[in-house]
């Protein structure tokens, strides 16, 4: 069983950052592929991110290409997702989630999710 919990959501203003992290309370944290999603309010859950159990594999929406980063910390059972010029349409509930899984996974595959951090962005 893996526990994820998200935290750095909030309020900011159109082109503005801000920096997720996700915790996860397993041993074997290097050995899930690692997502974020979103959901904004009346729509579904949508894929954001995702990098390999090394880092040294990432996968971005297309929607966030050159404005979000992805990134992780093996030793400290960590996965962030650093969000730069936001726009009013970031806003949504931003997801960790975790794939005990060696290629990219489909989001079917995701077997661990967190609660969720908010992330308004005003313009």
């Known amino acids: 069983q893996v526990q994820l919990v998200e935290s750095g959501g909030g309020l900011v203003q159109e082109g503005g950052s801000l920096r997720l992290s996700c915790a996860a309370s397993?041993?074997?944290?290097?050995?899930?592929?690692m997502g974020w999603f979103r959901q904004a309010p009346g729509k579904g859950r949508e894929f954001v991110a995702a990098?390999?159990?090394?880092?040294?594999?990432?996968v971005y929406a297309d929607f966030v290409k050159g404005r979000f980063t992805i990134s992780r910390v093996n030793a400290e059972n960590m996965v962030f997702l650093q969000m730069d010029s936001l726009k009013p349409e970031d806003t949504a509930v931003y997801y960790c989630?975790?794939?005990?899984?060696?290629?990219?996974?489909?989001?079917?595959?995701?077997?661990?999710w967190g609660q969720g951090t908010q992330v308004t962005v005003s313009s």
């Open positions: 989630a975790a794939a005990n899984a060696y290629d990219l996974p489909d989001r079917n595959e995701y077997n661990y």
């Open positions: 397993t041993r074997t944290f290097r050995t899930y592929y």
């Open positions: 990098i390999n159990w090394s880092g040294g594999r990432t």
